[in-house]
Structure formats: C-alpha cells, structure tokens
C-alpha cells in the first residue's frame, strides 16, 4: 500500500531556532494532511494541502507541497517550547484511509 | 461542540484475554477510523467503519474486530491479547469517509497487556 517516509525522527533544537521536517512518497499523492501530537495527547489536525507546489502559512508554520506532489515539508521559524511534540504528514492510504508517516518528534529547550 | 470521546482511557489486561474498546465520533459524523500507535511505529491504520458497515482494514490479525452501532459509535475488540498488543488505540472521526477529508481523534485508550 501507499508509504509516508518522514524525516527525520526526532529533532532536538534551542528555543528561537528553526525546524524543519520532510515528507516523501514515491507515488504521487492527491493531498496531504499534517497533524500535530503533543507528548500525551492525541494528534490534531493542521492542514491540508492538495495543489502542487502549494505553500500555506500558519503564523510561524510553513507548509509546502511540491511539484510533483510527492514531497511536503513542514518548517517552524523560532521554535518556541510550546512547539514542542511529535509532527505526522498522512497521504491517502487506499480506499479511503489515511497512511501516516512515523513522524518527528521535536523537543525544544528553553 | 463535544469532540471524538473514547473509553476507557487506561485498560490493563493479562495475556489471553479480550479487551473492548468504544468510541463515540462528533456528532453528524459518519465515519469512525481506529489506529493502533505503538512505541516507536506511528500510526498504523487498524479499521474503517461507515454507515454501519466495515468499509477497509489494515494488515491486522482477525483477533482484531470491531463493529458500528446505529448511532455511528463504535467498538474495537481485541481477543486473545498478545503482550505486543499494548499500544495506544485511537478513534477518530470525519464527516464522511475519504482520504481528504480531515479527521479528528479521540485522547486515546492505552492498552497495557501484562
């Protein structure tokens, strides 16, 4: 079935810092979703990008979908401790579903 | 607006046995996915329920099952638990069943099997 590489696994930045984490798929992908987890809590939608080479804005959250829709990147500007927490691109799975990546987890220090 | 409910939060249960977990979707959504995320996997897809009706799963044993009641609420069960059956399981729930449309999870039950 349809595969969500994301990268890298775990990110540990200063705070005021950037982050940035990667999303591949060897396929090309119809849309695809970002949802955030923080430690103990479930994952929470984001965004959804479904054009190529899209990019959207979430205050200091930047997303971006490209050309060929086969990649996505997620960058924080100036981490902050609240952004703290493990980052999921999904894509479409097959019939419905959604195949998520193994996500990034960030730590961020004050 | 009450969000994706799931219980019990926590479930401890011996090797062998069978655990059940419920989830209750947003209100006026149809549609009810369960993920199992296990320590260092992510998310892995278990089951999708719509209307009523099982519509795909995810390369699971059939030990894993579960069903949709009338009112859109569901049920995962797990029989003859395995100790690497312990995960945290969660519900989610969009208005309709697709891979674009955003889906919203419940806080999940932690399944410990000892």
């Known amino acids: 079935g349809q595969q969500v590489m994301q990268i890298p696994q775990y990110q540990h930045v200063q705070e005021g810092e950037d982050f940035t984490t990667y999303c591949n798929s060897s396929?090309?992908?119809?849309?695809i979703q970002w949802y955030k987890q923080r430690p103990g809590g479930h994952p929470v939608f984001l965004i959804q990008l479904v054009k190529s080479g899209e990019v959207k804005k979430q205050k200091r959250l930047t997303f971006q979908f490209g050309e060929a829709k086969k990649n996505s990147s997620l960058h924080i500007t100036a981490t902050q401790t609240t952004d703290v927490g493990t980052y999921f691109c999904?894509?479409?799975?097959?019939?419905?579903?959604?195949?998520f990546g193994k996500g990034t987890m960030l730590l961020v220090s004050p | 607006e009450a969000g994706v409910t799931q219980s019990p939060t926590h479930l401890i249960k011996t090797r062998g046995q069978q655990a059940t977990l419920r989830c209750s979707p947003i209100?006026?959504?149809?549609?009810v996915y369960w993920y199992q995320q296990a320590l260092g996997l992510g998310l892995q897809f278990l089951l999708w329920?719509?209307?009523?009706?099982?519509?795909n799963r995810g390369n699971f044993p059939p030990r894993f099952s579960g069903r949709q009641f009338p009112n859109y609420s569901s049920e995962l069960n797990v029989n003859a638990l395995e100790l690497e059956d312990s995960a945290l399981y969660l519900c989610?729930?969009?208005?309709?069943?697709?891979?674009?449309?955003?889906?919203?999870f419940g806080q999940g039950t932690r399944l410990t099997v000892v």
């Open positions: 329920y719509d209307e009523g009706e099982e519509r």
């Open positions: 209100s006026g959504h149809t549609s």
């Open positions: 396929t090309t992908l119809s849309n």
């Open positions: 989610a729930s969009s208005l309709t069943g697709g891979e674009d449309t955003e889906a919203f």
């Open positions: 999904a894509g479409p799975g097959g019939y419905s579903t959604l195949t």
